[in-house]
């Protein structure tokens, strides 16, 4: 009697539960993600917050992993069944396109944001068919770390970048590594290699969505990275095997003089009792070539949020999204998580001065310098012929002309494969009212 | 005309009685295979909806047929293959004659062998990983204190060289699973052959190539399809150690159909390289058991 008792009872909660959003005026949203450590106390304060201010709605968080493929896989999963949990997608800064093309988020003009208050580079990011679908929660952006103790000023060129490397490494008791970086097939090289590609005035697509990765600019960009390897040998070859822990590893144990790496290892690195670095590091943007039509480039990452094209609630939902994006929130994840805002205002701030650990100047011209990489909805494809081809380049399985003119004719297959070249004609109409600005545009 | 109806009426019954095993396998094992093979008919882009899901022939294997990097990777699994087994039947081959010795704690010897073979693979392969990743690694440092290298390498980065962690670990891991299933065939070898031989004037080496090899062909066949099929299917100790890399010089075909199907979510053409995948080690398996005469669980004379 007893357990039919539990189980009818343990049945209404679960009615209840279902029910539960229908109940008076509630609104229920679900936000995706990370209920673990700094980041997940972060969040939770900032929904508390948040439902406090909109007595009506009340938000759950859905935990969803860390782990970025993983996450995407899910989330890719879930839209195709048309799920409209979670209400607020946490997305990398390469999935926007991918998403908005499939029609999985929401287009959030309607919404009026205040996009002109962000960095450009990120709304950028965001942008696809001339909507804007996500906005920039916090930002990654690739930084260049030296030993001041050895290169006390930041190198104005690539070239000087070399030299510095160089004379450090001669120096008695210099450091073994002149720089460090991540080589490894995977996403990773492909932020380093944009950054190169920057410096040397080249790019992956251009504004019409051409190929020209195959051009002499990506071929000297690639060339530099070889180079670094075989030739003035100031990278260490391991670091074709390397993700972002293992340059941090050389670096923060005084291996290394430079580095290329995200803002993270800031914090561990600057603590005394496991770095033998800190008090002696600085970062700077990474310099450009020095070459004409070259310029400081970073790789720019980071979190987007967005709204689920089935969410029952996109109102709420963007207002909840307004409400983590607004300077408060953003300033307050600064200094609980060291992530760097995506408002530009924010870096004049001096309570951010303290949470970045580094000069806020530094930081704003390196998020300045950022680019996005290639704003396409078949990015990750892209991605991962592009790895492949620059790895073989890199190992000496191809030269770098013949790796770079193989990616190109495999992305040119891809594109054509997916029917990118409608969907780029329809992108381009959608941009300019005209529908013709690009048709006279020819190299 | 009666004894055919009683075989009749036995038959169906026979049928009767097997049918919910019947329909279990179809449900588990039929089922999602025809499925797959259906899908593979399809393109089926998860990530570009906005291509729909149209039936498009045998378009998915043409496109498999004409991937430099799907040929690439079946020279690769056959290599792989190959060369782990011819060394993990030479080693085994050893072991278990070794143990097919009486000595003192032969049983200890036999379960202590086993060890390599019940580690997980992945526990297997991230520990050859961590010892040949670095230049500081154990692997670098043993060979250039032995004299065979001048300096530390970095194994992961050139073809050659990536794939002796990967072979090793293989063989080092599932030797012992070898020497196991040979040794038992050795053990059904009647010993008296032995002693006639050597009352013949047989030495080791004769008696090795004239009674225990062709003895024990029935045990090394059932070994070589097991292992065969299973390094045709290689995928998570290639997947921790090289990734496939450098570039994709070592990818199997396991490793690049995950990648189309998970990774890219192309339903379509990664279910057609599953069922390229099936037809190769079914096809291989048929070799095996109608080629050579493996008899799988009948009783040899």
């Known amino acids: 009697m007893r357990v039919v008792h539990a189980a009818l009872l343990s049945g209404v909660v679960v009615l209840g539960a279902c029910a539960r959003t229908r109940k008076s005026n509630e609104t229920v949203l679900t936000f995706s993600g990370s209920a ?23 938000v759950e968080l859905q935990r969803t992993p860390d782990d970025a493929n993983q996450r995407h896989q899910l989330y890719v999963q879930w839209l195709n069944a048309r799920v409209g949990n979670p209400d607020i997608l946490q997305l990398d800064v390469v999935w926007t396109p991918e998403f908005a093309a499939a029609g999985w988020v929401l ?49 104005r060129s690539l070239g000087e970048l070399v030299a510095d490397a160089k004379q450090a490494m001669a120096r008695p008791g210099g450091p073994r590594f002149g720089i460090v970086w991540q080589g490894a097939r995977y996403e990773g090289l492909i932020t380093g290699f944009v950054e190169y590609l920057g410096a040397f005035g080249g790019r992956i697509l251009d504004d019409s969505g051409r190929v020209v990765v195959n051009q002499p600019q990506a071929v000297r960009a690639l060339q530099f990275m070889r180079d670094e390897l075989y030739s ?64 400081s480039t970073a790789a720019l990452g980071g979190a987007q949020l967005a709204i689920n094209a089935y969410s029952e609630s996109p109102d709420a939902a963007y207002r909840l999204i307004e409400y983590l994006t607004a300077p408060e929130q953003m300033l307050e994840r600064g200094q609980a998580v060291g992530q760097y805002p995506t408002r530009p205002a924010l870096y004049s701030d001096s309570r951010l001065r303290a949470a970045l650990a580094i000069p806020l100047d530094d930081a704003r011209r390196a998020i300045e310098s950022a680019t996005p990489r290639p704003v396409t909805p078949i990015y990750t494809e892209l991605s991962e012929i592009l790895q492949i081809e620059l790895h073989r380049a890199l190992v000496r399985q191809a030269e770098p002309q013949e790796a770079l003119n193989s990616a190109a004719k495999k992305i040119d297959a891809l594109i054509e494969r997916t029917g990118m070249r409608r969907l780029m004609g329809a992108e381009q109409k959608a941009a300019s009212p005209t529908g013709s600005s690009m048709a006279g545009h020819t190299e | 005309m009666r004894k055919i109806s009683r075989l009749g009426h036995e038959a169906r019954l026979g049928w009767t009685l097997v049918a919910p095993a019947l329909s279990v396998i179809a449900l588990i094992a039929i089922f999602p295979l025809g499925w797959t093979v259906w899908e593979s008919l399809h393109l089926h882009e998860l990530r570009m909806p906005w291509l729909g899901q149209p039936f498009v022939g045998f378009a998915n294997y043409v496109e498999i047929a004409k991937d430099p990097r799907f040929w690439a990777a079946l020279a690769h699994t056959a290599f792989f293959t190959v060369v ?3 060394l993990e039947l030479l080693i085994g081959l050893f072991l278990a004659l070794a143990m097919n010795r ?18 997980p693979t992945v526990v297997a392969a991230l520990l050859w990983r961590f010892m040949f990743e670095s230049q500081g690694g154990i692997a670098n440092a043993l060979l250039v204190d032995v004299h065979i290298l001048k300096q530390p390498i970095v194994w992961f980065i050139e073809t050659s060289t990536a794939w002796v962690p990967v072979i090793l670990a ?51 066949l059932v070994t070589l399809i097991f292992r065969t099929l299973d390094g045709f299917r290689v995928f998570d100790l290639i997947y921790v150690l090289t990734g496939g890399g450098p570039g994709t010089s070592t990818e199997p075909v396991a490793l690049y159909t995950f990648n189309a199907l998970l990774q890219n979510l192309r339903f379509g053409y990664g279910s057609a390289l599953s069922v390229v995948i099936f037809a190769i080690t079914f096809g291989l398996a048929l070799i095996y058991v109608k080629g050579l005469g493996v008899r799988l669980g009948g009783d040899e004379t």
């Open chain 1, 36 to 58: 673990l450590g700094a980041e997940g106390t972060l969040v939770a304060k900032q929904l508390q917050r948040f439902m406090q201010l909109h007595p009506g709605i009340r």
């Open chain 1, 107 to 155: 287009p959030l003009t309607r919404f009026k944001p205040a996009s002109g208050e962000f960095f450009p580079a990120t709304i950028t990011a965001n942008t696809w068919a001339g909507q804007l679908y996500a906005l920039p929660w916090f930002a990654d952006v690739g930084l260049l770390y030296r030993r001041t103790d050895f290169v006390p000023n930041e190198p």
């Open chain 1, 232 to 295: 003035s040998h100031i990278a260490p070859l391991d670091v074709l095997t390397w993700h972002e822990e293992e340059a941090r590893f050389a670096f923060q144990n005084g291996t290394a003089v430079f580095m290329r790496n995200w803002p993270y290892p800031v914090a561990a690195m600057s603590d005394k009792s496991q770095s033998s670095v800190a008090g002696k590091f600085a970062v700077s943007p990474i310099p450009a070539s020095g070459e004409a039509g070259g310029h």
């Open chain 2, 84 to 86: 782990s087994i011819s």
């Open chain 2, 102 to 119: 009486a000595f003192r704690g032969r049983g200890f010897v036999r379960a202590a062998v086993l060890v390599p073979w019940a580690i």
């Open chain 2, 170 to 220: 293989d063989v080092w891991k599932t030797t012992p699973f070898v020497a196991l299933l040979l040794l038992a065939g050795l053990q059904n070898i009647d010993l008296s052959l032995y002693e006639a031989a050597a009352v013949d004037g047989a030495n080791a080496w004769w008696q090795l190539r004239h009674i225990t090899l062709p003895l024990l062909k029935p045990a090394i």
